[in-house]
């Protein structure tokens, strides 16, 4: 691996890289943060779909990419006379010492991580007070994925004791839910429908939460499965020189269960 010298050197590098582009390459000298945005979405997006698949090397690109982005947007904070990269390391750096002063400070007793998330929000809370139109939930950013989004804010209410005092109960809620939402199905309401289906999946995403699961991860692992067994279904289809959609359901689901038995081994 790099030495400490060795990677600031490859920092500032990029950071060259980067200056030149903007300088001299038509592309480079157009953008705003506001056509930059999109681009900066879809590279993030990447990185977490190398982060659910475990892959070093594509990990280790995207992590390029989206670092790209930060400096980019530092570069044009600075052109503008607002900020730029080391404002942004030290404010970060200096946001991160605050936070910690089991590390950095003399509070002593914190040795758990749920101690640690306690003492994190405390702190977020005494940084709040200083702004006093800035609710609980201020933080969560409104951009986020629906589902993260409810994790979020759900985490959030849990800092400060808005939470079930006994994780099982929380099932009773989702059976309420699902009734709800049958319900409203069965009469055909698709307004009504939509808000109990919103209701069902917030208490589903809260069940996993107090059971310490990320649904964000737990549906993109089903997403992958459900591509993987399909794409089986289309090569099956192909070797019997069928087109998937002159299949039927029966032999759909042969090479489904099929798919699902060749995982399992």
Not at 39 to 46: A, M, R
Not at 142 to 160: C, E, H
Not at 181 to 189: G, H, V
Request: net charge negative; aromatic share 8%.
């Amino acid at each position: 691996m790099h030495t400490r010298e060795e990677k600031l050197q490859a920092f500032g590098r990029l950071i060259d890289v980067q200056d030149t582009l903007r300088e001299k390459c038509p592309w480079d000298k157009k953008q705003t943060n506001e056509s930059l945005r999109p681009n900066t979405i879809e590279e993030v997006y990447e990185l977490s779909s190398a982060l659910m698949k475990n892959d070093a090397e594509n990990i280790r690109e995207e992590l390029g990419d989206v670092l790209e982005h930060v400096i980019f947007y530092a570069i044009m904070g600075d052109e503008k006379g607002q900020f730029d990269i080391a404002d942004v390391c030290n404010k970060e750096a200096d946001k991160l010492i605050f936070r910690h002063p089991h590390i950095y400070g003399e509070q002593t007793g914190v040795k758990t991580e749920e101690q640690v998330l306690r003492t994190w929000e405390q702190i977020k809370q005494k940084e709040r007070a200083d702004k006093p139109d800035e609710g609980v939930l201020s933080g969560v950013p409104d951009a986020l994925p629906s589902l993260i989004k409810a994790y979020r804010v759900q985490d959030k209410a849990r800092n400060v004791g808005f939470d079930w005092q006994k994780r099982e109960d929380v099932w009773q809620k989702v059976d309420e839910e699902l009734g709800e939402l049958k319900a409203e199905l069965a009469k055909e309401d698709k307004e009504r429908s939509t808000a109990e289906l919103g209701d069902f999946l917030f208490s589903v995403i809260n069940a996993a939460r107090l059971y310490h699961l990320n649904p964000d991860n737990a549906l993109e692992q089903t997403n992958e499965k459900f591509i993987r067994r399909f794409n089986y279904i289309e090569e099956k289809a192909k070797e019997l020189g069928k087109n998937i959609k002159d299949m039927t359901l029966g032999e759909m689901d042969e090479f489904w269960n099929e798919a699902k038995s060749k995982e399992r081994d």
